[in-house]
């Protein structure tokens, strides 16, 4: 005699199901909330390292300005004890004069050679001399109390010096943490953003110049596009054939165990026909339950998939929310002219159109800078390019909107990776600490052709920066 499918409760089933229902949705919640935890803490690190990066550039404008007082002061300082040093040496002779004449009795002076008359008439000329020798020593009194402040002031002002160049240490070094902060915050797609570097340093040795770059940057750029595009349509495909596969065999194998029983209850008819309605009451039973069983596993991989896709737009809407909330202005690049911040701080050397040492036109500007000074973005943007690139040494290029690119060259160290968005103000790199006179690059392109940046930076009217 076969044996009968053994009874299974459909309440357990359903219980189970819905405790299984509960986990997937708390795990979705958990996901969910460490997306958005990811997400405000890549927000509150660009803040706090545009708020660093401005404190660090504000030292440094405030350390030139000190230094440039300081000079100023030992220039006077020289001058007064020049001017100090040749009125005591006016002096030596009158005071030796006087000092002699004193020395000498009334009696004595009845002896000298000359006539009383001369006589007379030289101690009348000293007695006269000895009120503007009085105002003199009194002046001279006053240089030298002049002098002595001066000295103290500069050594005031060194004091001063010391203490802001420790405050800008320490700036940098938050600063440095910071940006290890946010590098380990951004670890997760440390890998994507490699192979990107791999590919943009590949073309930065095929290309032929910097056009060429921005095109091939441009291409390759589409080509990201594409590809995540075809990747999401097939892995679509690919979940939405899955589903179907696995509909169909539980069909068929529903339809598989429904013909199996009906052969066995025929079989068994004859012989159990006691037993028959008892069998038909477990038949009805396992049927339900399995058909239970199987909408629920339906409806729970519907709402997995339903709960991914939650989480991946979550995770966008807060990147998005994030890049949104800390954009500077919200206004597209064509209308920042006249308002962009300085990459760094200082004076420009060398201004847009200049013919250089080779001969060569500049396509950008110099600014001269403290030695390991602040560099920033200065708009929104997203890094396209990073690295070194022939003659420009350490080079990064910022992709805006419109067709506009930010090209930043002549720092020691780079702090961006290539595919990284950056808000306005936030630091991106620093000077070295070697050269004589550290300068920075800077080179505004639109759709490709060079454009004076000079016109897009703030005025700035500071005697550091010049």
Do not use: C
């Not at 390759?220 to 097939?234: F, H, N, P, S």
Request: aromatic residues 2%; proline residues 3%; glycine residues 6%.
């Amino acid at each position: 005699m076969a044996q009968g499918l053994p009874a299974v409760d459909p309440n357990q089933r359903l219980r189970e199901l819905e405790a299984e229902l509960d986990r997937s949705r708390a795990a979705h919640d958990e996901i969910r909330s460490k997306a958005a935890n990811l997400a405000e803490e890549t927000g509150r690190l660009r803040g706090d390292m545009v708020k660093a990066a401005r404190a660090a550039q504000e030292s440094e404008d405030l350390l030139s300005e000190l230094e440039f007082q300081l000079d100023d002061l030992r220039e006077r300082e020289e001058s007064r004890s020049e001017a100090l040093k040749r009125r005591s040496q006016q002096m030596v002779g009158v005071l030796t004069a006087l000092q002699r004449l004193a020395w000498r009795p009334t009696e004595a002076l009845i002896a000298q050679p000359q006539s009383p008359a001369d006589t007379v008439r030289s101690a009348i000329l000293l007695r006269a001399a000895v009120p503007q020798i009085e105002q003199s020593a009194h002046d001279l009194r006053g240089e030298i109390d002049s002098v002595t402040r001066l000295r103290a002031e500069i050594g005031e002002q060194k004091k001063r010096i010391a203490a802001t160049a420790a405050r800008l240490e320490e700036e940098h070094e938050r600063l440095k943490d910071m940006v290890d902060r946010k590098s380990q915050v951004q670890r997760a797609t440390e890998e994507e953003r490699r192979s990107a570097e791999l590919r943009m340093r590949d073309l930065a040795a095929q290309a032929e110049d910097l056009r060429d770059l921005l095109a091939r940057l441009e291409q390759e750029r589409e080509r990201r596009v594409a590809e995540a595009a075809a990747k999401a349509a097939a892995e679509k495909a690919a979940r939405e054939a899955e589903l179907a596969a696995q509909k169909a065999a539980h069909d068929a194998e529903l339809a598989a165990q429904k013909a199996a029983r009906e052969a066995e209850l025929a079989a068994q008819k004859a012989e159990q026909q006691a037993a028959a309605e008892a069998k038909e009451r477990e038949k009805a039973q396992a049927r339900a339950a399995r058909e239970a069983e199987i909408a629920a596993q339906a409806e729970a991989r519907e709402k997995q998939l339903v709960a991914q896709k939650a989480t991946e737009e979550a995770e966008q809407a807060a990147r998005e929310a994030a890049a949104t909330r800390l954009t500077r202005t919200g206004k597209p690049f064509s209308q920042m002219q006249g308002h962009l911040p300085f990459p760094a701080r200082g004076r420009v050397v060398e201004a847009f159109g200049q013919v250089n040492d080779v001969g060569h036109q500049t396509k950008g500007i110099s600014i001269q800078t403290r030695k390991g000074a602040q560099v920033i973005a200065p708009h929104d943007g997203q890094v396209v390019f990073a690295g070194p690139f022939r003659g420009y040494g350490l080079l990064l290029i910022l992709e805006h909107s419109e067709g506009y690119h930010t090209l930043l060259a002549g720092m020691a160290r780079v702090d961006s990776t290539v595919g990284q968005r950056l808000t306005a103000g936030e630091p991106v790199g620093v000077m070295g600490q070697d050269d004589a006179k550290p300068a920075l690059y800077l080179e505004l392109r639109h759709h490709g052709q060079p454009v004076n940046p000079l016109p897009w930076l703030m005025a700035r009217n500071n005697k550091a920066s010049g």
